[in-house]
């Protein structure tokens, strides 16, 4: 029986579906059967984040209104054996699916997937709703910054009051050297605020924007930094205990970077 | 390193602290749900029942949203404090 985890964060552009996609792939390269839902319809993006956005036939909708079946929607990644994404509508609004719809979907991919990783779309709506509807889970993903901060608060509120307990926050974006000179709110100002359990943290890495203009999932790229801290965020996500090292020390940039992430020092 | 060595020393409040406490504020008026026009109107309902046991200093009330920390866990919860000068106490229910 799978797990649905919903990716969610309240304000757009924050980083849901770059780590939607990630996290997706970094979970079927742990050998995990893995379906992402993009549940932001009429804005779909997780395809083109993937790369497959030459391969969509049906989508969410389809399957909800049963023009097709799940399999015929379902695309399979030819790069990550036992990934596969379940594409959002474009041409259609969020009223097209339902709550009840979303769980019965949910719980359909559970019986034969691991992971469904849905991508829920920005604010609290009715789009968020559908999203959250069947998830068992949440990953909250916020930046440094207040506004991004305000509306994860909001977000984790809204998670308790529909009895998803298990939240866990995600921040991303976060540029060390920033937080040293104190202009950033560092990672342990963030909970202290939130009082959520961290997930992990990723840095701001110019790598993302590299391997989301090609399509390529920076979790598969063994240089990356923030593939990095997304391949130690999923070893996390299957329960795994791999530890954070906070910035506080006096080590380069570089070595605390990668202590942050999780590598050998050198 | 050094520089942020001095601004230890000098404490000087950096950007990240104001954003602290910006966003911790605004937290708390979230989190509890009110308005300012909501906390008006319990403190307007406050002054009615306190009269009719205390004659009060009506202008120097304060009345508002906080944090304390729970009693029962270590968490943070909002509070509502009020302070209420006490001018006299009427004479009813002795």
Request: net charge negative; no cysteine.
């Given at each position: 029986m799978g797990e649905v985890i919903v990716i969610t964060s309240g304000k757009g552009g924050v980083g849901k579906t770059t780590t939607t996609a990630n996290l997706g792939t970094g979970l079927a390269l742990k050998e995990k059967k893995v379906v992402l839902i993009d549940a932001d319809i009429g804005l779909r993006n997780l395809d083109l984040v993937m790369g497959l956005e030459n391969r969509i036939v049906y989508d969410l909708v389809n399957v909800v209104e049963g023009t097709c079946r799940i399999k015929q929607a379902l695309i399979k990644d030819k790069r990550f054996e036992g990934l596969f994404l379940l594409p959002a509508a474009q041409t259609r609004d969020k009223n097209a699916v339902s709550p009840e719809q979303m769980i019965r979907l949910c719980d359909d991919l559970k019986e034969e997937f691991d992971y469904i990783l849905v991508d829920c779309p920005a604010g609290i709506e009715q789009g968020f709703k559908n999203a959250i509807a069947g998830a068992d889970r949440a990953v909250v993903?916020?930046?440094?910054?207040?506004?991004?901060?305000?509306?994860?608060?909001?977000v984790i509120g809204i998670l308790e009051a529909n009895e998803i307990r298990k939240s866990m926050l995600l921040i991303n974006r976060v540029r060390p050297d920033m937080v040293k000179k104190?202009?950033?709110?560092?990672?342990?100002?963030?909970i202290d605020i939130l009082?959520?359990?961290?997930?992990?943290?990723?840095?701001?890495?110019?790598?993302?924007?590299?391997?989301?203009?090609?399509?390529?999932?920076?979790?598969a790229e063994a240089k990356s930094l923030a593939g990095q801290a997304y391949r130690n965020i999923t070893r996390r996500l299957m329960g795994e205990d791999v530890p954070l090292i906070n910035l506080a020390g006096n080590d380069s940039f570089l070595s605390k970077m990668k202590k942050l992430l999780g590598f050998k020092s050198a | 390193m050094l520089q942020s060595l001095f601004s230890k020393l000098s404490r000087k409040r950096t950007s990240k602290d104001v954003a602290k406490e910006r966003l911790k504020l605004v937290l708390i008026h979230d989190r509890a749900n009110v308005s300012p026009q909501f906390l008006e109107m319990v403190k307007g309902e406050i002054i009615k029942v306190i009269q009719n046991y205390m004659e009060i200093d009506e202008e120097a009330l304060d009345i508002q949203l906080t944090k304390t920390v729970s009693e029962e866990s270590d968490s943070v919860v909002p509070a509502l404090i009020a302070n209420i000068p006490i001018k006299s106490v009427k004479n009813v229910g002795r």
């Open positions: 993903v916020t930046t440094p910054e207040v506004s991004a901060v305000r509306d994860a608060d909001r104190g202009d950033m709110m560092s990672i342990e100002d963030i009082a959520i359990d961290l997930i992990g943290v990723v840095p701001d890495d110019e790598n993302i924007i590299i391997s989301t203009n090609r399509g390529e999932p920076a979790v | -």
